[in-house]
């Protein structure tokens, strides 16, 4: 499944720039938390299309977007920083010895600074509604607006390096390798940055197998879930302004 455009993600934060401050009610925002190779991208894309589907979005209101690989150009543009820090905003608390050497001598923001950028981004996205936002401990970031729907995917081990092989074109160890980094990685940078453990089903509305469920099926449980719970937060939300 092909990424969004560029384009698209512009368009998403030009219409969501437009909307004045007492427009409509809080829209949704969704965090995916995943293992490697779970389909995430895959699963993400396909919640857009159906959220997009269920509520056709008018002219003037954005429609929903995925923010996954593109987030780090995001939190670079936001923040007005150089684009080609793009390969040190990543979702890992470890860095090359290289890097850490430019880091102390002040060639590039620390780590520390640049995780501080991605959380500041990740909020406002959430705030504006309509996002998936995938990783980069969106679900921990995001855990006190109740208006954020939280989903983990997970998979036997066996299964996700059988999808990262089909979906990168990668050999069956190359597979093996990238699942294990990944997970490693993305386990690090969530322990570092906010003393969280992915692995903690407390931190999330719904933990979906996608080798179970399929990605179409888990696509379509997550979106209608998603609708529900925006629902009772939109009564829970009417019930204290008549308070």
Same mark, same amino acid.
């Given at each position: 499944?092909?990424?969004?455009?560029?384009?698209?993600?512009?368009?998403?934060?030009?219409?969501?720039?437009?909307?004045?401050?007492?427009?409509?009610?809080?829209?949704?925002?969704?965090?995916?938390?995943?293992?490697?190779?779970?389909?995430?991208?895959?699963?993400?894309?396909?919640?857009?299309?159906?959220?997009?589907?269920?509520?056709?979005?008018?002219?003037?209101?954005?429609?929903?977007?995925?923010?996954?690989?593109?987030?780090?150009?995001?939190?670079?543009?936001?923040?007005?920083?150089?684009?080609?820090?793009?390969?040190?905003?990543?979702?890992?608390?470890?860095?090359?010895?290289?890097?850490?050497?430019?880091?102390?001598?002040?060639?590039?923001?620390?780590?520390?600074? +640049?995780?501080?950028? $991605?959380? %500041? #981004?990740?909020?406002?996205? !959430?705030?504006?509604?309509?996002?998936?936002? *995938?990783? /980069?401990?969106?679900?921990?970031?995001?855990?006190?607006?109740?208006?954020?729907?939280?989903?983990?995917?997970?998979?036997?081990?066996?299964?996700?390096?059988?999808?990262?092989?089909?979906?990168?074109?990668?050999?069956?160890?190359?597979?093996?390798?990238?699942?294990?980094?990944?997970?490693?990685?993305?386990?690090?940078?969530?322990?570092?940055?906010?003393?969280?453990?992915?692995?903690?089903?407390?931190?999330?509305? +719904?933990?979906?197998? $996608?080798? %179970? #469920?399929?990605?179409?099926? !888990?696509?379509?449980?997550?979106?209608?879930? *998603?609708? /529900?719970?925006?629902?009772?937060?939109?009564?829970?939300?009417?019930?204290?302004?008549?308070?």
């Amino acid at each position: 499944m092909k990424p969004l455009s560029l384009e698209k993600f512009n368009r998403y934060l030009k219409l969501q720039a437009a909307i004045k401050e007492k427009a409509p009610l809080q829209q949704p925002s969704i965090t995916i938390s995943r293992e490697s190779g779970a389909g995430a991208t895959t699963v993400a894309q396909m919640m857009a299309d159906q959220l997009n589907a269920i509520i056709k979005p008018a002219a003037t209101e954005p429609a929903w977007t995925v923010f996954d690989k593109n987030l780090a150009r995001e939190v670079l543009v936001e923040h007005k920083l150089p684009l080609d820090l793009e390969k040190f905003v990543v979702e890992d608390a470890r860095l090359p010895v290289e890097s850490i050497v430019e880091e102390l001598l002040g060639l590039h923001p620390n780590s520390w600074w +640049l995780a501080q950028q $991605t959380t %500041k #981004t990740i909020l406002r996205l !959430a705030r504006m509604g309509r996002v998936i936002m *995938v990783g /980069r401990g969106a679900e921990v970031i995001t855990q006190l607006l109740p208006y954020v729907f939280h989903v983990r995917l997970v998979g036997p081990l066996s299964k996700r390096i059988t999808h990262a092989e089909e979906f990168y074109g990668l050999s069956p160890n190359e597979a093996t390798m990238k699942v294990s980094e990944e997970d490693h990685a993305r386990r690090r940078y969530l322990r570092r940055y906010f003393d969280a453990n992915s692995d903690n089903p407390l931190l999330y509305h +719904l933990v979906i197998n $996608t080798a %179970k #469920t399929g990605f179409t099926d !888990a696509a379509e449980i997550i979106a209608q879930a *998603v609708l /529900r719970h925006h629902e009772k937060f939109l009564q829970e939300s009417s019930t204290l302004r008549a308070a």
